[in-house]
């Protein structure tokens, strides 16, 4: 059987060497680069399955790296790993096609539990028809492909985690999913830190969403969530 290959860019000597140790006895194949310039060779030679970004590297930042990585290879899971904790910061990584988003210091319980959330795009809700898609209005929503559809017009190519958390609301359209659900299955815990990386996703979804009116991502005040279409 195959390790799950994870391209890991970490300039700290011995940060480095403790989360690749870390990672590979929980049988990560584990690919260390150090140097941002060295970042996409790397990639291209290893074919990684996800990958762990620093933000702050020598000769290129984490940031410009998955933006590279994101047009490159639109399925593959990029996590960023960083002392950046305001808002903004969360914000510019999601923009930069990052899925997820761990500060520093960090647990390797907390990094390990991350990345297996990051690796089940192969395990969506059972209900979804991954080779039709699903109608979601006028929209169809393809999550193996990671695309959403409307008309004849060019398909929006959805991050992981955008199709992770559209898949859930949708399965089935029109129930009710609570918050907690979801922050527990696709971040592990409802940790305030967690808590807002969901709300930027869920607005990224309504922003997608409003090009069909009679589609509406409600938010159930105490509750949760409903997908009305």
């Known amino acids: 059987m195959n390790q799950t290959k ?25 690919r260390l680069v150090a140097d941002g310039g060295q970042v996409m060779p790397a990639f291209e030679q290893f074919r ?16 410009s790296l998955g933006e590279e990585i994101r047009q490159r290879h639109p399925s593959v899971p990029i996590l960023f790993l960083t002392a950046k904790v305001q808002t903004e910061d969360v914000l510019q990584g999601f923009r930069s096609g990052g899925n997820d988003y761990v500060r520093k210091p ?9 990345l297996q959330n990051l690796l089940k795009i192969n395990q969506l809700p059972a209900t979804i028809n991954t080779q039709e898609g699903i109608a979601l209005g006028n929209f169809r929503f393809f999550p193996n492909r ?7 017009a060019p398909p929006r190519l959805l991050s992981h985690r955008e199709t992770e958390l559209l898949a859930l609301l949708a399965s089935p359209p029109n129930a009710n999913v609570t918050r907690k659900d979801i922050l527990d299955k696709l971040w592990g815990n ?3 830190f967690n808590s807002r990386n969901l709300d930027v996703y869920v607005s990224k979804l309504r922003e997608y969403l409003r090009e069909d009116a009679s589609v509406q991502l409600l938010t159930l005040k105490g509750v949760g969530y409903r997908l009305v279409c």
């Not at 960090?106 to 991350?114: D, G, K, T, Y």
């Not at 990671?146 to 004849?152: F, I, K, T, V, Y």
């Open 6 to 30: 994870i391209l890991y860019v970490e300039d700290e000597p011995f940060l480095g060497k403790i989360v690749k140790e870390s990672l590979e006895s929980r049988q990560f194949e584990v």
């Open 48 to 63: 990684p399955d996800a990958c762990v970004l620093d933000v702050m590297l020598p000769h290129r930042d984490g940031f």
């Open 106 to 114: 960090f647990s390797m319980e907390e990094l390990i539990v991350r």
């Open 146 to 152: 990671q695309e959403l559809r409307l008309g004849d």
């Open 190 to 192: 409802d940790s305030f």
